[in-house]
Every structure is written in C-alpha cells, then in structure tokens.
C-alpha cells in the first residue's frame, strides 16, 4: 500500500541516499487507479521518466478509467496542472 505523509516534511539524508517528505494535506482513505493517476499527473514534474512518454501512454489507455472518477479525483485533489493536462487528454 502507498505510504503518503502527513504529518513530518523536510529533507531528511539517510546514509548516501537524500530524501525529500512532503505533505499531503488529504488523500481518500482507499487508493482508486482514478486517485492514482490524478496523483501521477500531480507530481508528473517530479518524475525521472520521460515526460512526452507517459502523457502518450495516458491518451491511449484513458478509456480504462472511469471519467466520472475521475473528474471527482481531480476537483478533491487535482492541482491546476494535472487538471490542463487531462481536460487536454479528454478533448
């Protein structure tokens, strides 16, 4: 089960390894992959992968998530990006 932190944030050096807790000022009790992929596009930014790839692979496999959840996902915990980037994806 994904782990999300809520009550400690900072930059923390554990060995060799930096790691970086942020907040999250909320999150349903159960993870949806309608959460999920809102939380994805959230911290799209943040992600070593190849931006233009993943937002390739969202316009072919967005018929597999259910838009009403989706849309509700988004207006809880969407940010302003995440919600361009999928009023995009769904024109």
């Not at 009550?7 to 942020?22: E, I, S, T, V």
């Not at 937002?55 to 849309?71: A, P, T, W, Y």
């Amino acid at each position: 089960m994904p782990y999300k932190q809520t009550y400690r944030a900072g930059d923390f050096q554990l060995g060799r390894k930096h790691f970086r807790f942020r907040l999250i000022p909320a999150y349903p009790s159960a993870f949806t992959k309608e959460y999920l992929l809102v939380d994805l596009l959230n911290d799209l930014r943040n992600l070593p992968d190849d931006v233009s790839a993943v937002l390739r692979n969202l316009k072919s496999r967005l018929n597999e998530f259910d838009r009403e959840k989706v849309s509700e996902c988004l207006r809880l915990y969407g940010n302003p990006a995440a919600k361009r980037l999928l009023r995009e994806a769904y024109a």
